[in-house]
């Protein structure tokens, strides 16, 4: 006879395959049923591009420095757009998509210039995004069974898999889900980072952290920042009834060199055109350019035309290696174009932007009418769980999604300048253990509650 925990590993075991499978199959149907969004014409067009020329191996910084791509090209890693145009050089080839979607025009006029992919091109890019749609699932599924039980998990699974806005954006081909996918990563390895191991494993465990929070930065910019949000809460949380300061920065500055590392290494648009590196000329230039930086920032005139392209073409040698700056320089152009879009009807905040950022988190984009309340009760039993664990000088794993669903959460409400959909999904996604634990919670109370209702001897029995 089985042991009631072989029992719940063996169930385990056979969620960890059905629910991918099961994930991915049902996404991957309802994908021809998805509408389509102007953004998949750029995003295939940018995947096709860019995969185009890492198999070609060509580095050349002003291919990949592309402008005419526009917000597709430059301005976003070019990680999710290989995700993208991988799998369709496989299958497509010598049907390549080159075209973006004109938002001026309407969609008939876009589908008569060509901007539209082709309807089979279309479906086969959208299951990238189905396929690692299933995988969040399971990522999803596999923490809240660690951090709880396997009801946890399979509520929670459930609960992301009937979310309308999930359920839009992994049958659509753009790169939140990607994103999303190596975001939710970060809680298993969060999970290696609570119990109470050696240095060197805390610093193993660090490098992985780093690692993948340059894969996620490596897709958007931001993947970076929230990653080192929720290390850094893991790290004080872990740390706060030892106060060992040393350990804490050493294991943020190993995270921080692990994902510039990959980000730099992903990236070739961070690096220097190394064929046009000529070692006599940049010693040249190196000598004069602080003199001539002195005289630009002290000058009370600035000169005639286009300064910056002046300066680059008198220094070409020193213009290659600032390449290196672009990485943080694209946070400022990233701000930049968010900025731009502001006014634009789809990002209206509609006056009040708390009152509206918080409809839009806890009621339209909800996967149920009580969601919001039982996020707020899983919030409480996580945190209830949280102090009683430190109370007792110990730590409890469910303070990976609370953790986790915080990191998210006050990025975007701190950062968030524009009122798009897309935008909240990260949260939300974060958001499904804490309600599997309040809706599991409120469940048990009701059940205990009955238990001991009919237990009760009546008034005549005794």
């Known amino acids: 006879m089985k042991s009631p925990g072989k029992k719940k590993f063996m169930a385990f075991l056979v969620l960890v395959i059905v629910i991918p499978l099961l994930s991915s199959a049902i996404l991957l149907k309802y994908r021809e049923e998805t509408k389509f969004h102007g953004d998949e014409s750029g995003w295939i067009s940018s995947g096709f591009y860019y995969t185009n020329l890492l198999l070609k191996g060509d580095f050349t910084w002003r291919k990949w420095h592309n402008d005419r791509l526009g917000p597709w090209g430059y301005m976003n890693p070019h990680l999710g757009k290989w995700f993208i145009g991988l799998p369709l050089k496989l299958y497509f080839d010598d049907q390549e998509f080159s075209r973006q979607y004109d938002f001026a025009k309407t969609r008939e006029e876009n589908e008569k210039k060509g901007n539209i992919p082709p309807r089979e091109l279309l479906l086969h890019s959208r299951a990238v995004s189905a396929i690692l749609g299933g995988l969040c699932c399971l990522l999803i599924f596999t923490i809240g069974y660690a951090c709880y039980n396997l009801w946890i998990g399979l509520i929670a699974a459930i609960l992301l898999l009937s979310n309308k806005l999930f359920f839009i954006h992994a049958t659509r081909t753009m790169t939140d889900i990607t994103y999303n996918f190596l975001?939710?990563?970060?809680?298993?390895?969060?999970?290696?980072?609570?119990?109470?191991?050696?240095?060197?494993?805390?610093?193993?465990?660090?490098?992985?952290?780093?690692?993948?929070?340059?894969?996620?930065?490596?897709?958007?910019?931001?993947?970076?920042?929230?990653?080192?949000?929720?290390?850094?809460?893991?790290?004080?949380?872990?740390?706060?009834?030892?106060?060992?300061?040393?350990?804490?920065?050493?294991?943020?500055?190993?995270?921080?060199?692990?994902?510039?590392?990959?980000?730099?290494?992903?990236?070739?648009?961070?690096?220097?055109?190394?064929?046009?590196?000529?070692?006599?000329?940049?010693?040249?230039?190196?000598?004069?350019?602080?003199?001539?930086?002195?005289?630009?920032?002290?000058?009370?005139?600035?000169?005639?035309?286009?300064?910056?392209?002046?300066?680059?073409?008198?220094?070409?040698?020193?213009?290659?290696?600032?390449?290196?700056?672009?990485?943080?320089?694209?946070?400022?152009?990233?701000?930049?174009?968010?900025?731009?879009?502001?006014?634009?009807?789809?990002?209206?905040?509609?006056?009040?932007?708390?009152?509206?950022?918080?409809?839009?988190?806890?009621?339209?984009?909800?996967?149920?009418?009580?969601?919001?309340?039982?996020?707020?009760?899983?919030?409480?039993?996580?945190?209830?769980?949280?102090?009683n664990a430190l109370k007792n000088k110990d730590l409890t794993l469910l303070s990976v999604p609370l953790l986790y669903f915080l990191s998210n959460y006050i990025f975007i409400l701190i950062s968030m300048k524009i009122n798009w959909s897309r935008y909240y999904l990260s949260t939300i996604m974060a958001s499904k253990i804490i309600i599997a634990v309040g809706i599991y919670g409120v469940c048990t109370y009701i059940y205990r509650y009955f238990c001991r209702s009919r237990c009760m001897p009546s008034p005549n029995e005794t």
């Not at 008198?314 to 701000?335: A, G, I, M, R």
Request: net charge positive; with cysteine; glycine share 6%.
């Open 183 to 387: 975001l939710i990563c970060l809680g298993l390895w969060a999970l290696l980072l609570l119990p109470k191991v050696s240095k060197k494993r805390m610093v193993l465990v660090s490098i992985f952290f780093g690692a993948f929070s340059g894969l996620a930065c490596s897709v958007k910019i931001t993947g970076i920042v929230v990653g080192g949000l929720f290390f850094t809460t893991i790290l004080i949380y872990k740390y706060a009834l030892h106060k060992n300061r040393k350990e804490i920065l050493l294991f943020l500055v190993v995270f921080c060199l692990s994902a510039l590392a990959i980000v730099y290494i992903l990236n070739p648009l961070f690096w220097p055109d190394f064929p046009m590196i000529r070692g006599s000329l940049l010693i040249h230039e190196l000598r004069s350019f602080p003199g001539e930086l002195k005289k630009i920032t002290t000058a009370r005139e600035v000169p005639e035309g286009n300064t910056l392209e002046m300066y680059v073409e008198k220094y070409p040698q020193v213009t290659n290696l600032s390449h290196v700056f672009l990485f943080p320089y694209l946070f400022v152009k990233w701000n930049s174009f968010m900025n731009s879009q502001k006014n634009l009807p789809s990002a209206s905040w509609h006056g009040n932007r708390l009152r509206t950022f918080h409809k839009s988190l806890l009621i339209k984009h909800s996967t149920f009418i009580f969601e919001g309340f039982f996020l707020l009760v899983g919030f409480i039993i996580c945190s209830k769980a949280m102090y």
